[in-house]
């Protein structure tokens, strides 16, 4: 069952900006690491982002380092990525999930076996 649910994205010119948000309806968002992927066209899905529970500890892929935020608001189960900055490169679907998340590697999901993806938001991004 699919627990997960992205918005804000859009079709963008290149230095734009977008938040995107994560909404959680599942019982232990404020428990669970969370982090954002991306599938650019042609492209396998990738984990770009992602913060602790607590915040404490959170990552960047290189491509996206310096320009893009992760957030996260566990009263109201969401999280969110600030993305400045835009490039065109940057187009891709973006989904959330509950991950594993470190300061040196990028996000894996937390429940590969059982994991069910959202819908995504898209993101546009032209020159």
């Known amino acids: 069952q699919v627990q997960v649910a992205e918005s804000g994205g859009g079709m963008v010119q290149a230095g734009d900006s977008l938040t995107l948000s994560c909404i959680d309806s599942?019982?232990?968002?404020?428990?669970?690491?969370m982090g954002w992927f991306r599938q650019r066209p042609g492209n396998e899905r990738e984990g770009i982002s992602c913060t602790t529970w607590n915040r404490k500890i959170t990552y960047y892929a290189t491509s996206v380092k310096g320009r893009f935020t992760i957030s996260r608001d566990n009263a109201k189960s969401t999280l969110y990525l600030q993305m400045d900055s835009l490039q065109p490169n940057d187009t891709a679907m973006y989904y959330c999930?509950?991950?594993?998340?470190?300061?040196?590697?990028?996000?894996?999901?937390?429940?590969?076996?059982?994991?069910?993806w959202g819908q995504g938001t898209l993101v546009a991004v032209s020159s």
């Open positions: 999930a509950a991950v594993i998340c470190g300061q040196r590697a990028r996000p894996q999901l937390l429940y590969p076996e059982s994991h069910q």
């Open positions: 599942g019982p232990r968002f404020a428990d669970h690491s």
